[in-house]
Nanobody
Framework: QVQLVESGGGLVQAGGSLRLSCAAS????????MGWFRQAPGKERELVTA????????YYADSVKGRFTISRDNAKNTAYLQMNSLKPEDTAVYYC?????????????????WGQGTQVTVSS
């Protein structure tokens, strides 16, 4: 069992930055690959970025490549999402999620544990 808690969301102007954190409970955090998803009003939840259990592999959606960076610190049981050059279209609730798969998966249903989400609002 893994419990995930996101933090770091907020209101920021376009072009600004935010850093989200996802703190995990339990001793097996390093066994899970992690993903950050987002869901805007009226839209489906989408995968933004993901990282393998070791941190050696990453995936980014085209819409965030070059602007967002995912990382993890297994010693601290925490995953991070650094978001730079934010745009109004990045406004959404951001969720972190954990999957038992060792590699990257873009399939939402393959993620086993979810956080409660944190709101990110980017004003123009």
């Amino acid at each position: 069992q893994v419990q995930l808690v996101e933090s770091g969301g907020g209101l920021v102007q376009a072009g600004g930055s935010l850093r989200l954190s996802c703190a995990a409970s339990g001793r097996t955090f390093s066994s899970y690959s992690m993903g950050w998803f987002r869901q805007a009003p009226g839209k489906e939840r989408e995968l933004v970025t993901a990282i393998t259990w070791s941190g050696g592999g990453t995936y980014y959606a085209d819409s965030v490549k070059g602007r967002f960076t995912i990382s993890r610190d297994n010693a601290k049981n925490t995953a991070y999402l650094q978001m730079n050059s934010l745009k109004p279209e990045d406004t959404a609730v951001y969720y972190c999620a954990a999957t038992r798969l060792r590699g990257i998966t873009t399939t939402l249903s393959r993620y086993d544990y979810w956080g409660q989400g944190t709101q990110v609002t980017v004003s123009s």
